[in-house]
């Protein structure tokens, strides 16, 4: 089994222990996006500005490891066509279980984001990417798709762990783990996340994560920084995730 079918299985097993990021939105939550009345959520506590999205109504949308039944019902009851690919079976049915109820259209994906994503050129004005670079080992080449699906003037929007949660113990008063965090080069990191309940997850730095996106043609327009919402790390105030608003050029030609 691939590391990535590994973290497939993890998050379908914490759906149905009842992961918070694994509860789909109820229908009065629908009703209130369909009245102007909404927010989304890259990191654990706070909201992304609506700024960042813009008008919504009629634009392309895709939700990339988005599925979980949260952000894309909010984004189609503002009038986007959407789109959500995710790696999760169950992350996937809570999409349809919520687009069934509420009787709007979306595409639903399940497929691996580490693989070309399956789109041309061009096919989107948005990308929402909520915080999930931690279960991949390499997140440039995501960056790079991002951008090619992208058209000119798009926006990623995404979230990312800031990799200072590795270095900690359960209770998170010891530092007790060097970085980079990668258990597919440490076998025994590897064995302990599984038997931990915790999936495969990665280490990335700011510079990494940044860099990615610059490298891959991004302009970053704003950043803001969050906590674990809860924890001695979240109480102390250590900013352990960031949201970035990424644009595409609105001049930007096909890289050769």
Request: net charge negative; charged share 20%.
């Amino acid at each position: 089994m691939t590391y990535q079918q590994e973290n497939a299985h993890t998050t379908d097993r914490w759906c149905a222990e009842g992961w918070i990021w694994g509860i789909p939105i109820t229908h009065e939550t629908y009703l209130a996006a369909c009245r102007g009345t909404w927010d989304v959520y890259l990191t654990p506590t706070k909201p992304v500005p609506h700024e960042w999205f813009g008008t919504l109504r009629g634009k392309r949308l895709l939700g990339l490891a988005s599925g979980g039944g949260q952000q894309i019902p909010i984004f189609s009851a503002l009038g986007a066509y959407c789109t959500v690919l995710d790696l999760s079976a169950k992350q996937c049915e809570s999409e349809r279980l919520v687009a069934e109820r509420e009787g709007y259209q979306v595409r639903i994906l399940q497929e691996d984001m580490t693989r070309p994503l399956p789109f041309p050129d061009e096919s989107f004005d948005l990308i929402f990417h909520p915080v999930s670079n931690c279960y991949i080992e390499n997140p440039e080449p995501v960056f790079r798709e991002c951008f090619r699906i992208l058209k000119p003037g798009g926006v990623l929007i995404g979230g990312y762990d800031t990799g200072i949660n590795y270095l900690f113990d359960e209770s998170e008063e010891r530092v007790v783990q060097p970085l980079p965090f990668n258990p597919l080069r440490d076998p025994k990191l590897y064995e302990e996340s599984l038997k931990s309940n915790s999936g495969i997850q990665f280490s990335h730095t700011v510079g990494e994560q940044l860099g990615g996106q610059l490298r891959a043609g991004f302009l970053i327009t704003d950043v803001y920084d969050d906590t674990n919402g809860t924890g001695r790390l979240h109480e102390f105030g250590v900013p352990t995730f960031l949201a970035v608003r990424a644009q595409k050029p609105a001049a930007c030609g096909r890289k050769l």
